[in-house]
């Protein structure tokens, strides 16, 4: 979506048009969504639902543009992540409680081949760096936010987050399965 597009929705809905959110939502979760997922994993959902709610209750004072919108969102997410992670350290699942397969050792070969070649595959092995750099590729990357938003996000100045981002980038050039992948061709896979 173009800037001055979510410009004229964050406009919209700010002044409680419903048709302006939804169009903020259906433009920015897919990417929320694969921020949070390399953050807080399988719970990703539920903390880009706390992300919007947040977000919807304070639209009414949020005073920028479209891409500010956007930095302010991943904040929020940011910052909704942190406390998940918080307080799933604080109340640890019983493991014991669940019951669930090796559904790893059921899956077929073709399973895993289209796992490995799509999103995630890619969100998997971002989330396998160190988080500083995870988040920096995630934001610019993924999500699309200028150093300057990416910055603000993470609490960082400007020349951290290029340094995270590249040395994320790097960290992900040498890994091994990008590595064979790139020798094998992602149409062989």
């Given at each position: 979506?173009?800037?001055d ?5 964050v406009?919209?809905a ?9 169009v903020?939502w259906?433009?920015l979760n ?6 949070l997922?390399?953050?807080v994993?399988?719970?990703?959902e ?11 209750r304070d639209?009414?004072?949020f ?6 919108f956007?930095g ?11 406390d998940?992670?918080?307080?799933a350290a604080r109340r ?8 669930e397969?090796?559904a ?11 796992e490995r070649?799509?999103?995630d ?5 971002i989330a396998?760096?160190p988080?500083d750099q995870?988040?920096a ?5 993924v999500?699309g936010?200028d ?9 960082k100045?400007p020349g951290?987050?290029?340094?995270a981002?590249m040395r994320?980038?790097?960290r992900?050039a040498?890994?091994?399965?990008v590595?064979r992948?790139g020798?094998i061709?992602p149409e062989?896979v």
């Amino acid at each position: 979506m173009q800037d001055d597009d979510l410009s004229a929705a964050v406009k919209a809905a700010a002044g409680g048009d419903e048709e302006g959110f939804a169009v903020l939502w259906r433009s920015l979760n897919p990417a929320l969504l694969r921020y949070l997922r390399v953050l807080v994993g399988a719970v990703a959902e539920d903390v880009a639902s706390e992300t919007w709610l947040q977000a919807a209750r304070d639209l009414h004072g949020f005073d920028g543009d479209g891409p500010a919108f956007r930095g302010w969102l991943f904040r929020i997410a940011r910052h909704r992540a942190i406390d998940d992670r918080r307080r799933a350290a604080r109340r640890p699942e019983d493991a014991a409680g669940t019951v669930e397969g090796d559904a790893r050792s059921a899956r077929d070969a073709a399973a895993e081949a289209l796992e490995r070649s799509g999103t995630d595959w890619a969100l998997g092995l971002i989330a396998t760096l160190p988080r500083d750099q995870a988040e920096a590729v995630m934001l610019r990357v993924v999500a699309g936010l200028d150093v300057a938003t990416t910055a603000r996000v993470l609490g960082k100045r400007p020349g951290a987050v290029r340094v995270a981002a590249m040395r994320g980038l790097r960290r992900l050039a040498a890994h091994p399965e990008v590595r064979r992948l790139g020798e094998i061709g992602p149409e062989e896979v």
